[in-house]
């Protein structure tokens, strides 16, 4: 007789998951929230929406990537959700959305409950950082796909923003000046490559850097800053001042700075007034990685650049510093020229 346990899944560890994870999942509640986490869908009251006069809904949809394979390595699962919250809330937040409600999803290839209790517990973590509730996920195991001890995490979120205060290209001019927010170190982006870095040059996650007083593999799993807070407190701050954000995720500084500007403008980076993070270097270094190749990869010290009046960056400056954020400015938005190209639209240029 067989039997879904002897195809491989354990229908009791998956709740005994769920009874672990429930402490974390009620720190990441907002008065919003309806219910408890049991149901077959998260509830969120929306008459929150009644401050908003033209309420816009944003939604977001994003991945980890294979850091999670960092993880698994390491045997260290309590801060890769939080990089699941930062590259979902994120990317919402670059229109002015405030971050909602956010589910999450869990593949694994056996249930282990205290595991899944620690991702969870890393995405509780980062929704609290972010001000976002954790409403609901799924956990599924899925056996013969993925070995035991091999996951894979998603999740979506939903904000709004009164169309009033939406954000983006069509308010960036020439002479803005562009903002950057320092990153954590990789954050959730280009883990292909260190990867491939490390097995090409048969580094060990235990190498020992001198520079952070730890191991390679606990400088790879610093999770991913998350900027929401930040952002939406310099939106209100500045209003109209502030025209535009960019999270820089895959595809680096340029490109991703490219979707918030114009097609008549281009943003040009000044590389003196930053340094490429320690670990990226010594990365490059490991792997012979040209910087071209850094660039359109990796986010090389810059998580989120915000695009804001000139008239307005001192005072930008000093609220983000004010939140414990060391920004500063590292580039300006100009006129594109028939020399830059049509293809280019951000482009770096030392001074």
């Known amino acids: 007789m067989t039997s879904y346990e002897a195809a491989g899944v354990d229908i009791e560890a998956g709740d005994r998951a769920v009874e672990l994870m429930k ?6 509640r907002r008065p919003e929230v309806i219910g408890e ?20 809904l944003a939604t977001s949809t994003d991945g980890v990537g294979t850091k999670t394979e960092i993880a698994r390595l390491l045997g260290k699962y309590d801060t890769i959700g939080e990089d699941l919250v930062a590259m979902v809330v994120d990317d919402l937040v670059v229109c002015g959305a405030e971050p909602l409600f956010m589910t999450d999803y869990i593949a694994v290839g056996k249930v282990f409950p205290t595991r899944i209790a620690q991702i969870v517990q890393g995405i509780a973590i980062g929704c609290q950082k972010a001000g976002t509730a954790l409403v609901g996920g799924e956990t599924a195991e899925h056996p013969g796909l993925l070995a035991e001890d091999e996951f894979d995490i998603a999740g979506a979120a939903t904000g709004a923003v009164d169309h009033e205060n939406l954000l983006g290209e069509h308010l960036v001019r020439a002479g803005d000046l562009i903002i950057a927010m320092p990153a954590s170190g990789l954050h959730a982006n280009g883990y292909s490559l260190v990867r491939h870095i490390l097995k090409s040059q048969n580094l060990s996650l235990d190498h020992h850097l001198a520079d952070f007083g730890k191991s390679l593999g606990e400088v790879l799993l610093t999770p991913t800053e998350i900027y929401s807070l930040d952002c939406l407190a310099l939106h209100k701050g500045l209003k109209e001042n502030l025209h535009a954000y960019a999270h820089i995720t895959g595809g680096g500084i340029a490109s991703n700075t490219a979707r918030v500007i114009p097609a ?21 270094r490991q792997g012979g990685v040209g910087q071209a190749d850094m660039e359109k990869t990796w986010n090389c010290g810059i998580g989120m650049v ?3 009046d000139p008239l307005a960056a001192d005072l930008a400056l000093r609220s983000l510093a004010a939140r414990g954020m060391k920004a500063w400015v590292c ?7 028939a020399e830059s190209g049509s293809a280019l639209v ?5 001074r």
């Open 23 to 28: 402490a974390h999942l009620a720190t990441a």
């Open 37 to 56: 986490i049991g149901g077959f869908a998260g509830l969120f009251d929306i008459s929150a929406l009644k401050k908003f006069n033209r309420p816009l």
């Open 264 to 284: 008549h403008l281009m943003a040009t980076f000044d590389r003196s007034t930053w340094a490429l993070p320690l670990e990226m270097d010594f990365l490059a």
């Open 306 to 308: 915000a695009l804001v």
């Open 331 to 337: 580039g300006k938005i100009e006129p594109r020229t």
């Open 346 to 350: 951000s482009t770096y240029q030392a």
